[in-house]
């Protein structure tokens, strides 16, 4: 018989008869590991000891559906598996999935006899509904938040330092942008006080030319632009910076010239 059509108690009561389970509501197969053994049943593949039983945590719950979904990819079953839905524990879609498992059992399954207690190793099954399978044990909820009333209290501390740490990485993310966008000046200020040096290098070398060539005359005037060249290049500003106080002018001898002493006063700046 086709189980497309058949009620939850037809399919609850294959279920538990074929693993050996006393499974009250077809909710319960959510955690995903009824499902594996069913296809261990047909296949005896399924390594039953990655497979948890008496899960109650959604990660527990998603690791039995990879192991299943192993399973499909290993046999080549076309058969879209949705994880997200069935582990939220509703009873429309575990119905659904649990109808198409048993027609492919049917189609599948040969005669040899299958001993599902053997197969977990007679790990005690604890039933999400009130029941146990091979042994007793604390019953659970599929509801979440009844579930967490269940939790042991260091569970709920560990909670606790996660959220603690995850507000601490936040902040601590918060800082190292912070930290990014001051480097991120400091290598353009860098950048550019390394271009006004260059360009002094560069002004200095072309005069020292000038003069060993004779072109620069002895009055003075010469040197006085030369100096103001660089004036020029130290007191610009890079686009976007606003100037604080207007740079003043190195004053000049009566002859044009620069006194020597402030001559001695820019060496002693660089």
Aim: proline fraction near 3%.
């Amino acid at each position: 018989m086709s189980s497309i059509g058949e009620s939850r108690t037809e399919l609850l009561n294959w279920l538990n008869q074929l693993l050996n389970l006393n499974y009250k509501k077809v909710e319960e197969c959510g955690t995903g590991a009824a499902y594996c053994q069913i296809m261990d049943s047909i296949y005896r593949d399924i390594p039953m000891h990655r497979v948890k039983y008496n899960a109650t945590a959604e990660y527990e719950f998603q690791t039995n559906f990879k192991v299943l979904q192993s399973c499909f990819t290993r046999h080549n079953i076309e058969k879209t598996v949705l994880v997200d839905k069935l582990i939220r524990c509703r009873f429309q879609d575990n119905l659904e999935f649990l109808q198409w498992l048993k027609k492919y059992w049917l189609q599948n399954k040969d005669e040899t006899p299958y001993d599902p207690d053997a197969r977990r190793k007679h790990r005690p099954v604890v039933s999400n509904g009130q029941l146990t399978g091979t042994a007793t044990g604390t019953p659970g909820s599929i509801n979440v938040t009844k579930r967490s009333k269940n939790v042991p209290s260091d569970r709920r501390v560990s909670s606790v330092q996660l959220s603690q740490a995850q507000g601490q990485i936040l902040q601590l993310n918060k800082e190292v942008d912070a930290y990014r966008e001051a480097m991120a000046v400091l290598d353009r200020e860098r950048d550019f006080y390394f271009g006004k040096l260059r360009d002094i290098e560069i002004l200095v070398q072309s005069s020292q030319d000038l003069i060993n060539e004779g072109v620069y005359s002895t009055d003075g005037a010469e040197l006085s632009k030369f100096l103001s060249k660089v004036q020029q290049i130290l007191y610009a500003t890079e686009e976007g910076f606003e100037v604080v106080e207007e740079a003043k002018e190195v004053p000049t001898s009566d002859d044009g010239g620069a006194p020597e002493h402030n001559l001695i006063i820019d060496e002693e700046t660089f």
